[in-house]
Each structure stands twice: as C-alpha cells, then as structure tokens.
Nanobody, 127 residues
Framework: EVQLVESGGGLVQPGGSLRLACAASGASFADYDIAWFRQAPGKEREEVSFISSRNRRTFYANSVKGRFTISSDRAKNTVYLQMNSLKPEDTAVYYC????????????????????WGQGTPVTVSS
C-alpha cells in the first residue's frame, strides 16, 4: 500500500511561485494515477490537476490552466505541481491522491476515484 506525503507549501505573494511535491513510499508511482486537489476554508475539495501513469497524459482545472504544471519523476517516485502566477484565490490546503485503478479520464476530477490521500500541505497567497 502506498503512502503519499506532500511538501512545498507555504506563504507566497500574489504573482509568485511554489512547487509542491508528492512523494510516494511503499509502491512505485509507475502503477498509480495521481491527482492534486485543494480545499479552501469553508469550501468543498476541488480538483486541480491529474497525471496518468500509463502515458503521462495530464489534465487541469480551468482555474489553473496555463499557470500550473504537473509532472512526475519516476526515479524519485515523486509527482510535482509547479504553481506560477499565484493568486489569493489559490489559497488552500493542497492534497495529492492516487489510485491503481486505471481511471476513465473524465472521472479524474472526482475525489471518490482515488484510494490513497496525503495529509495535505497549506498554501497561502497573500501580500
């Protein structure tokens, strides 16, 4: 069973950048589809981005498209989320999630599609 651990969150000014990391232990990322979600205070968890283990195909929520980039480093068993041009509305706790089930791509935004979750890393965008 895989364990996911996020890191890289923090406080950043609007327009700044952060890179989040999701490190896996107990299994190889080569077998997992991985997604990033986020949850702001008082709001529901929402999808951010997804990367397929099969072909590294990626998807993004419209709110982050063009600003965020998801990537994977199989040698390090880590998935990254590079976040640029950050806005105050990006403030949230960011979670990575994984599944060995080969997802139908249109189900990637659903939290119920994932079996494993990290503990989250907080991101605050504020001046």
């Amino acid at each position: 069973e895989v364990q996911l651990v996020e890191s890289g969150g923090g406080l950043v000014q609007p327009g700044g950048s952060l890179r989040l990391a999701c490190a896996a232990s107990g299994a190889s990322f080569a077998d997992y589809d991985i997604a990033w979600f986020r949850q702001a205070p008082g709001k529901e968890r929402e999808e951010v981005s997804f990367i397929s283990s099969r072909n590294r195909r990626t998807f993004y929520a419209n709110s982050v498209k063009g600003r965020f980039t998801i990537s994977s480093d199989r040698a390090k068993n880590t998935v990254y989320l590079q976040m640029n041009s950050l806005k105050p509305e990006d403030t949230a706790v960011y979670y990575c999630a994984g599944t060995t089930s080969r997802l139908i791509y249109n189900s990637w935004p659903l939290p119920s599609s994932y079996d494993y979750w990290g503990q989250g890393t907080p991101v605050t965008v504020s001046s």
